[in-house]
């Protein structure tokens, strides 16, 4: 049975080989280790190893394990659909969300963030493949939307997040980050400079395109429980 640090180090291993393939400079692509589901002893196990940013998809699950790893300086980024009676707690506890898909959530974090705390790192998540099941502005939204999110002044608009249909054939893979990056430096904004893309399947493939952070889970945890 593989332990975490194995697979801790072959998820480094794969992503150093992506960013050599894909000519991008060592280090040029962040971790961001999804661990919905997972115990804190599992988070700290790979906080030990050198991980520092952690992503999570559920509030109170998140809420509970910061509780219990508040000793660990880790940088909390929430990944998951948000609710409007959730943008509070998010506000207040994470350094980073990715999944702000319309303005009113977006205006909720920004009233909600603590004048104590740093502005709240954001990305805008894009339904890049039009899929009706996934959450995200089309990218015909995109410019709208920078433009009013950069006005609230608790945030910081860092970049987007896109989750794509799934694609076995690489160019296929290619294909939606790199009409998504494209839309985004076209807009002329230096402050985007984070691209939330590719996840195990098509690392390759986002790195390729642009990708300065991508989310790993299940490669780096293993399974998670079965629903």
């Known amino acids: 049975m593989v332990s975490i640090a194995g697979r801790f180090a072959a998820v480094r291993a794969q992503l150093r080989d992506a960013e050599n ?17 997972k ?13 520092r940013h952690f992503g999570e998809n559920y509030l109170q699950e998140a809420l ?39 303005l009113k959530i977006a205006e909720r974090l920004s009233e909600q963030r603590p004048d104590h705390l740093p502005p709240l790192n ?6 890049i493949s039009d899929e009706a099941t996934k959450s995200g502005i ?9 433009r009013q999110v ?30 998504l990056y494209q839309a985004a430096t076209a807009l002329h904004r230096p402050q985007l400079d984070t691209f939330s ?5 098509d690392l390759l493939a986002a790195v390729t ?7 790993i889970g299940t490669a780096l945890f293993g399974a998670r429980p079965s629903q």
């Open 197 to 201: 893309f590719g996840m195990s399947g």
């Open 122 to 127: 954001i990305c805008l998540q894009v339904n």
């Open 138 to 146: 089309s990218l015909a939204e995109l410019p709208d939307l920078v």
């Open 21 to 37: 393939a894909a000519g991008r400079l060592p280090g040029s692509v962040q971790l961001l280790a999804v661990s919905k589901t």
């Open 64 to 102: 509970k394990k910061q509780q219990q790893l508040a000793a660990f300086d880790i940088s909390w980024h929430f990944i998951g659909p948000i609710q409007s009676n959730k943008t509070r707690p998010i506000a207040e506890n994470f350094a980073w969300v990715h999944s702000v898909d319309r």
């Open 150 to 179: 950069e006005q609230l002044p608790r945030l910081r608009l860092r970049g987007v997040m896109a989750i794509p249909e799934p694609a076995a054939d690489f160019e296929a893979q290619r294909i939606p980050y790199r009409r």
């Open 39 to 51: 115990p804190a002893a599992d988070l700290a196990a790979v906080y030990r190893l050198g991980q």
């Open 209 to 215: 395109e642009g990708a300065t952070l991508v989310r």
